[in-house]
């Protein structure tokens, strides 16, 4: 990971925040006690709005960004096709093994949406 | 006899080591003693009668022999299990129904990792004891609480941590125990972090059970001591049932074997266990007293450097060179600790960036997380100034 290159991101977060009313979920990274709350806009099925919230490192925080932009426009139940992979093209390199679980936290949180387990304002903890 | 330790320890010449506490590094003799067992007498222990057997048998054995001098305690008193971790659940798990029973008080203190943390409270979710908690004066104990709550809350266990893996403080173990004696109360102390360091007299203490991890000792990974005194130790049941625990078995009933076999259920880790062996014998050679002050030394000159950087690094480990460990845990200012220690990686500078497993203790803190560099003797002044070296880079990349 080139912090440089990170570092205007984790600076200028397009998607940190809060959305009232919107579908909510919690993930918690045990092992370094991070955690981080998302909430997902949905208009018919489309996401139409993404952010989140909470505390992490500059590596959680931009991957959490960058997937909150891939949201937009995209089905609900699209979520459940993402993986591992996706967030590694998306964030544009394989995170070592110690720093897995900065870029895995934003992918279960969101992943848990489409599983129907946190569809409402409501939280869940890993 | 003169130690060449940054030939011992050649990984040295590569990286600045910061990360002691959670595992130390290992010394070429160790990694030697692993080595010889597994390529030349690689047997089983306690059972042939062929020469293989009996020299894994023999070396296993002075291992024991060699940590219960280094202890002052018995060799039948050493109890080899798998870390810190397994030696206090297993205590915990064979008082459950014995010593403790339902409403029992456990006091531990607030300063536990959680080995010394979590055993108790499962324990009180599964046969509802009480834990008791000991509070923090600053990075110390409040010891007017710990005399308070042992009359207050009568407990039947008093557990603490020796020595702090995230503050460095170096509890007064004798006070504490002095306290405790009389009173009928099963006393175990977690030495993880203290007996790397410092010398432990398992019978000048008068603690009942100690434990600590040959892997943060110079040793292998996989092998945890428990000291235990040997009249206590005949009196509790084994942790677990199998081979080489049993001294007579039938299809109904079974005699547990002497201690210290009663509580080594199964085929134990050899290798570890020998390579253990070689680790208290560099220790021996060293001594504590030149360890206690290369680390003294390097934490003295740690405090000097963070002067420089106050501005934007916050300490929370303890400052009484007297009674720390050669610990020094931070923060930087708006920083995660997961960027500092990544940062600092990029120049080589191996620090450990977390909760370190003491939640509790970082919600004293008032911090999430922290960064934590811990020394041991093989470290110079030159890791020390690399690390405050990198924490400039941490300055630069986020415009501190």
Known sequence: MNYEEFIDRYKSLKHRGKIEGALHTFKSNFSCGDSIDVYVKVRGSKIVDAKFDGKGCVLSFVSADILCDYLMGKELDDLCELDFNRMVELIGFMPSVGRKGCVEIILNAVKSLCKGGAREDRRTQD | ?400
Not at chain 2, 113 to 139: E, F, R, T
Not at chain 2, 167 to 187: P, R
Not at chain 2, 190 to 205: G, T, V
Not at chain 2, 212 to 221: I, V
Request: aromatic share 8%.
């Open chain 2, 1 to 400: 006899m003169h130690l060449d330790i940054k030939k011992d320890f050649p990984i040295l010449s590569k990286f600045h080591y910061l990360d002691s506490a959670a595992t130390s590094l290992k010394p070429v003799s160790v990694v030697q003693a692993v080595r010889e067992y597994y390529m030349e007498y690689p047997a089983n222990v306690h059972r042939g009668v062929y020469k293989l057997s009996e020299r894994a048998t023999d070396e296993y054995e002075k291992s024991r022999e060699a940590t219960a001098e280094l202890f002052n305690s018995k060799p039948d008193e050493v109890v080899f299990t798998r870390n810190t971790t397994e030696c206090i659940n297993q205590l915990a798990n064979v008082f459950a129904g014995t010593l403790l029973n339902k409403g029992d008080v456990v006091l531990i203190t607030e300063m536990e990792h959680h080995s010394n943390l979590l055993p108790w409270l499962m324990l009180k979710q599964k046969i509802g004891i009480k834990v008791g908690y000991v509070k923090l004066d600053g990075p110390t104990l409040d010891y007017s609480d710990f005399e308070s709550k042992i009359h207050s809350l009568k407990p039947k266990v008093v557990s603490f941590v020796h020595a702090s893996n995230v503050l460095g403080t170096i509890n007064d173990a004798k006070k504490i125990l002095d306290m405790c004696s009389d009173l009928g109360i099963t006393t175990v102390m977690d030495c993880a972090q203290s007996a790397p360091h410092m010398r432990i007299d398992f019978r000048k203490l008068g603690v009942d059970y100690v434990a600590f991890s040959a892997h943060k000792m110079l040793g292998p990974t996989g092998v945890g001591i428990l000291i235990g005194k040997s009249h206590l130790l005949e009196s509790l049941p084994p942790f677990f049932g199998g081979g080489s625990m049993v001294s007579k078995a039938d299809l109904q009933s079974f005699i547990p074997a002497e201690i210290p076999q009663k509580f080594e259920a199964g085929t134990p880790n050899i290798a570890g266990v020998i390579g253990f062996g070689a680790a208290v014998r560099y220790i021996k050679q060293i001594g504590y007293e030149q360890m206690h002050r290369t680390e003294t030394n390097l934490l003295e000159h740690t405090l000097k450097r963070h002067d420089e950087v106050s501005d934007f690094v916050e300490l929370h480990s303890n400052t009484d060179l007297k009674n720390s460990l050669g610990i020094f845990t931070f923060s930087v200012k708006g920083v995660h600790p997961h960027d500092v220690a990544a940062i600092l990686d990029e120049s080589n500078v191996c620090v450990r960036g977390g909760h370190h497993c003491a939640q509790p203790l970082h919600n004293l803190l008032g911090a999430d997380h922290t960064v934590r560099a811990s020394y041991y003797f093989y470290n110079s002044k030159s890791d020390v100034d690399a690390l405050f070296s990198a924490l400039q880079n941490v300055k630069k990349v986020f415009s501190l």
